[in-house]
C-alpha cells in the first residue's frame, strides 16, 4: 500500500489568493486544487513526452525506409473516416 508524502511548495502572494479563491468557489480544500493541478500537469506533460517519442521514432523510420503516405492520401481516408465510413488506413509506399 502507497503512503503520501508531504512535498512543501512556494507560492507568490497572487497566485496562493488565486489557488485559494478557486478552491472556495469549488468548495474544495486549497490543497486539493494545488494537488489536482499538479496531476493534471504531470499527465498532460508525459502525454506529450510519449507524442514527442512517438513522432521522432516514425521519423526516424522514415528516414530508414523511405516509406510514407502522402498528404492528399491521408486527408483522404481522414475524411472516409470523418463520414463515418470503415476506412482502411492508406498503403505506404517509398
Known amino acids: 500500500m502507497a503512503t503520501n508524502s508531504t ?6 502572494p ?3 489568493e488565486r ?5 472556495s468557489v469549488r468548495r474544495r480544500s486549497a490543497h486539493w ?14 502525454l506529450r513526452e510519449q507524442i514527442r517519442k512517438d513522432a521522432l521514432a516514425a ?7 523511405g516509406l510514407h503516405a502522402t498528404a492528399e492520401e491521408a486527408d483522404a481516408w481522414l475524411a472516409k473516416l470523418e463520414a463515418g465510413e ?3 488506413a492508406p498503403e505506404c509506399h517509398a
Open 86 to 88: 470503415d476506412a482502411e
Open 59 to 65: 521519423w526516424n523510420h522514415y528516414q530508414s525506409t
Open 19 to 23: 489557488v485559494q479563491r478557486l478552491a
Open 33 to 46: 486544487v494545488m494537488r489536482e493541478a499538479v496531476e493534471q500537469y504531470v499527465a498532460r506533460e508525459e
Open 7 to 12: 512535498t512543501s511548495l512556494k507560492l507568490d
Open 14 to 16: 497572487e497566485l496562493k
